[in-house]
T-cell receptor, first 110, second 114 residues
Framework: EDQVTQSPEALRLQEGESSSLNCSYTVSGLRGLFWYRQDPGKGPEFLFTLYSAGEEKEKERLKATLTKKESFLHITAPKPEDSATYLCAVSGGSNYKLTFGKGTLLTVNP | DTEVTQTPKHLVMGMTNKKSLKCEQHMGHRAMYWYKQKAKKPPELMFVYSYEKLSINESVPSRFSPECPNSSLLNLHLHALQPEDSALYLC?????????????FGSGTQLSVL
């Protein structure tokens, strides 16, 4: 059974204080690892897809990396508008659906 | 246009009511999904339509009835719901049904069952 564990559950940062969110996964034959951002009461917004170990993708202050066991979402010099829940999800093996982690609630204080 | 539009944004219904949630996308996507999300939990898959045919039903109670009238529209008909069905209902679409495809989510319908 595919498993996704995100840590920490919650993270508070000061504006400009860089940090990383972790997504550890267990899947048989990874087809894709996805990062989404979700604001309260809204649907998840797609950020990145990573397909193979060593792959990296960047978007503004966010950078996602992938190894064979985990993915990191690095946030450089965050701003208050980066505050949201960040969800990680994997697809792989014979599983026909995405397996989501429980998310990391990021709060960036001004 | 990269949007998935859901209506209504909020819905309050009694346990004897019948209501419908609506979802629309104009990206030419051939797979559409219904997810249910409780507070502080990840989304849970309910149904998948691929090429307008129901391909996955995650053993959802029959009080939830999905419908896909055409490739752009997805409905979720609700009847005799329970208070525990209160949640954010999310519609999503993807170009195909492959699980390596990214999902585009709508903003959701916040449902309260009294």
């Amino acid at each position: 059974e595919d498993q996704v564990t995100q840590s920490p559950e919650a993270l508070r940062l000061q504006e400009g204080e860089s940090s990383s969110l972790n997504c550890s996964y267990t899947v048989s034959g990874l087809r894709g690892l996805f990062w989404y951002r979700q604001d309260p009461g809204k649907g998840p917004e797609f950020l990145f897809t990573l397909y193979s170990a060593g792959e990296e993708k960047e978007k503004e202050r966010l950078k996602a990396t992938l190894t064979k066991k985990e993915s990191f979402l690095h946030i450089t010099a965050p701003k208050p508008e980066d505050s949201a829940t960040y969800l990680c999800a994997v697809s792989g093996g014979s599983n026909y659906k995405l397996t989501f982690g429980k998310g990391t609630l990021l709060t960036v204080n001004p | 246009d990269t949007e998935v539009t859901q209506t209504p944004k909020h819905l309050v219904m009694g346990m004897t009511n019948k209501k419908s949630l609506k979802c629309e996308q104009h990206m030419g996507h051939r797979a559409m999904y219904w997810y249910k999300q409780k507070a502080k939990k990840p989304p849970e898959l309910m149904f998948v339509y691929s090429y307008e045919k129901l391909s996955i039903n995650e053993s959802v109670p029959s009080r939830f009835s999905p419908e896909c009238p055409n490739s752009s529209l997805l409905n979720l008909h609700l009847h005799a719901l329970q208070p525990e069905d209160s949640a954010l209902y999310l519609c999503a679409s993807s170009a195909g049904q492959g699980t390596n495809e990214k999902l585009f989510f709508g903003s959701g319908t916040q449902l309260s069952v009294l």
